[in-house]
């Protein structure tokens, strides 16, 4: 007798009932080699019977099953490959609980007989990686970590794992995966290649209809010797993640949830940034600030009807931690004349210098709605740039928010109560105040001077340095000057002497010197003017300086010895 344990168990689930050998109660088509076909019934043993005979092609089970096509080759796949015999149906015959002192075969779902093999592998623990394939945290993952070769990076990682293989027998390798995006179609990041023992290969896929972690089959069947055997995950398309492997011989098992780590419930410190939209670092007209009582603060941004096509809004926004993060706007379609809403319900999206995307607002209503901009996109820790463009004239923009929540929903609790506008501050009546002194300690700043334009003035021959941003990290406000020293050709340090010029940043008009006043977290982006002498011409090397102190008294006196 050749049957194994693992062809009994799936013959008692394919062609049994109810998981059972049985004598009687299926019936089925059978199909012959040379295109006759036959209506038959009977039990498990007369089955196995006829998918033995050279001369089957196939039979399909009509009932209970309805309309499942069986061949030979699904059973001796089952079976590891080993042949089934007629002898085998035999045997079967004398396990189908008929009569009724026979024994009956069944297979118990969930419980592993003897011989069925069901290995788990983390993604993480690899035995081997090549960059830029790297680990990640998600909160959905099993163990809170996944695999990736991310988005926007050659397409050249890979991953190896030495899998310790109990029995040789024919196996199913399964992946839960997710496909991601970053304005792409899912499709388009929703494949890695895969070899087992550097000959096998073949493709592991991940859902690209929802965008949720599933399990998906990398190989159906593979048979596989016992002992360590190399599997091999590299990339083919950027931005799918993995999370964890599976190989069992019950072939006919689909993971669930309870075969893995606890998967990590949502965050218990949600983090939210919400960004109001007329707060933004920068603005290029058409594009343009208006009221509106049922926007939080009273506020949004629109680039209005009848406008150019044109105008978009800078933000900068700073992340703490490395992470998956959500991003979603509080938009609203405009209403224009008979126009249908869906005319005016869009603006262009790019993060990072990222693929452009879209925010959609909600054009079945009038009312504001929060949209995602990212349902899913992986953030490195520090600062961020987004920039709000023109699509569609009168389309609205009040609030963007970004969570490390992966499925929150905003509420009225993150912005201003609908229906009021912004409250001002009631006067106060005389009274007693305690005057508190300054802050302790030293304030922070984040500068910025990736698009720093730096220019010479050919009428008064000023030093200009534009567009250098200046973010209050400190929790108190604080004041700033900006300070630079000039040194002739070009040198590799900023030393203590030798300058030609020190010099402060004046306005330029008065030419007197700027003093730049910071609440916490408020973001400027400043052109600076430095007067230096006009004899002052040439390659020179700059050094610039950040003065700063609670107080303007204190910067004050920390920079009035500086004449330039």
């Not at 490959?81 to 969930?110: H, M, N, R």
């Not at 991953?159 to 029995?167: A, M």
């Not at 005016?344 to 949209?371: G, P, V």
Request: net charge negative.
């Amino acid at each position: 007798m050749t049957i194994t344990i693992n062809g009994k168990n799936w013959i008692a689930q394919s062609l049994g009932v109810d998981n059972c050998f049985v004598p009687s109660g299926i019936s089925w088509t059978y199909y012959a080699t040379d295109g006759e076909t036959l209506n038959e019934s009977g039990g498990t043993a007369q089955l196995v019977a006829r998918l033995t005979l050279s001369t089957t092609d196939k039979i399909i089970i009509t009932s209970p099953q309805v309309n499942v096509t069986y061949t030979y080759d699904d059973m001796k796949t089952a079976n590891g490959g080993e042949d089934i015999t007629l002898t085998d149906a035999l045997v079967i015959k004398e396990e189908d609980g008929d009569p009724s002192t026979e024994t009956q075969f069944c297979y118990t779902t969930g419980v592993t007989p003897p011989g069925e093999v069901k290995l788990f592998i983390e993604a993480e623990n690899y035995t081997d990686i090549k960059s830029p394939m790297v680990i990640r945290k998600d909160y959905e993952a099993s163990n809170g970590k996944y695999v990736v070769n991310p988005i926007g990076i050659d397409c050249v990682g890979w991953v190896k794992y030495n899998v310790d293989i109990p029995k040789s027998d024919t196996y199913k390798i399964m992946g839960r995966t997710k496909a991601t995006s970053e304005g792409n179609p899912l499709s388009s990041h929703d494949t890695f290649n895969v070899s087992m023992a550097g000959k096998d290969t073949g493709f592991l896929y991940a859902d690209n209809d929802t965008g949720k972690w599933g399990w998906n089959t990398a190989y159906s069947t593979i048979y596989l010797e016992a002992g360590l055997n190399e599997l091999t995950i590299s990339c083919r398309e950027t931005g799918i993640l993995l999370d964890v492997l599976m190989f069992t011989n019950v072939l006919e098992y689909v993971p669930t949830n309870d075969d893995i780590s606890p998967i990590g419930s949502e965050p218990s410190d949600t983090m939210k940034i919400i960004i109001e939209a007329e707060k933004y670092t920068s603005i290029v007209p058409p594009m343009k600030i208006k009221e509106d009582p049922n926007a939080s603060n009273g506020k949004y941004i629109v680039v209005p009807y009848g406008s150019s096509e044109s105008g978009s809004a800078n933000y900068r926004f700073t992340i703490p931690t490395s992470g998956s993060y959500k991003i979603i706007g509080r938009t609203k379609a405009g209403v224009v004349g008979s126009d249908p809403l869906s005319w005016h319900d869009s603006f262009y999206i790019n993060l990072d210098e990222k693929q452009q995307i879209q925010l959609a607002a909600n054009s079945t209503t009038e009312q504001w709605t929060w949209n995602n901009i990212y349902s899913y996109i992986y953030l490195e820790a520090g600062q961020h740039e987004l920039i709000v463009s023109h699509k569609e004239n009168e389309t609205w923009l009040d609030v963007i928010m970004i969570t490390n929540n992966l499925v929150y929903t905003p509420t009225s609790d993150d912005i201003m109560p609908p229906g009021e506008s912004p409250v001002k501050e009631e006067k106060k009546e005389p009274g007693e105040y305690e005057f508190l002194p300054p802050p302790s300690g030293l304030p922070s700043i984040y500068l910025f001077i990736g698009n720093i334009e730096m220019s010479q003035d050919k009428i008064d021959w000023h030093f200009k340095m534009d567009n250098v941003s200046i973010t209050n990290t400190s929790i108190h406000p604080i004041y700033v000057v900006f300070h630079v020293k000039l040194f002739e050709g070009r040198i590799g340090s900023c030393p203590a002497t030798g300058y030609v010029f020190d010099g402060l940043d004046r306005t330029a008009t008065s030419k007197t010197v700027r003093f730049i006043q910071l609440d916490s977290d408020e973001v400027s982006e400043v052109d600076l003017d430095f007067y230096q002498p006009i004899n002052i011409q040439g390659i020179h090397t700059v050094c610039l300086y950040v003065h700063g102190a609670w107080t303007k008294a204190d910067v004050e006196e920390e920079v009035n010895y500086i004449g330039g």
